[in-house]
């Protein structure tokens, strides 16, 4: 039974998916090396991966903290209609904060997650505020961080494909 559209890709292709969500700084030839290939063959397949949408991009994973990021915290919003002017411009709206690291449009409960990150205790309250006082916004439930066991980027890569 196939759970998922998944694109075609074979076992090379998941281990290059899985070495480069691991550390996407690694040079072509230690990727190579690492999935048994030889460079220029390696970067083909690199290549095909970028251009078909299946790696996004690389970036440097920053600690929030050594920058002044004291608190991670979530914020539940609940929105006084659901159409869809009015969700989209709650999506602008927050996903132009810099502190708004991550906007979920959700099921239950609310209608977006966010993710943010302040300074200090003081930072945080204006956010809710801001929040708060946007534009039909109807509630916000805020849920500070206390320690992150994980916080892991990317998604599991399977190394073999499910039987159909």
């Not at 694109?7 to 030839?29: S, Y």
């Not at 949408?53 to 690389?58: F, L, N, T, V």
């Not at 920058?67 to 991670?72: A, E, F, V």
């Not at 915290?73 to 989209?88: D, I, N, P, Y």
């Amino acid at each position: 039974m196939r759970r998922y559209d998944l694109p075609d890709l074979d076992a090379v292709d998941r281990q290059i998916l899985a070495e480069l969500q691991a550390d996407g700084r690694m040079t072509n030839v230690e990727l190579a090396r690492r999935v048994g290939l030889s460079a220029p063959p390696c970067l083909r397949r690199v290549r095909r991966l970028e251009e078909q949408g299946i790696i996004r991009g690389y970036h440097a994973d920053l600690d929030p903290q050594v920058l002044g990021w004291q608190i991670t915290f979530f914020a539940l919003v609940g929105l006084e209609t659901q159409k869809e002017a009015v969700l989209s411009a709650f999506e602008r709206m927050v996903t132009s904060w810099p502190e708004v690291r991550e906007c979920h449009m959700i099921r239950g409960g609310g209608d977006f997650l966010l993710r943010l990150v302040a300074r200090d205790t003081q930072h945080e309250n204006a956010l809710t505020s801001r929040l708060t006082e946007a534009p039909h916004v109807l509630r916000v439930q805020t849920m500070p961080t206390i320690r992150t066991a994980q916080d892991l980027s990317g998604v599991p890569v399977e190394r073999e494909t499910e039987p159909a």
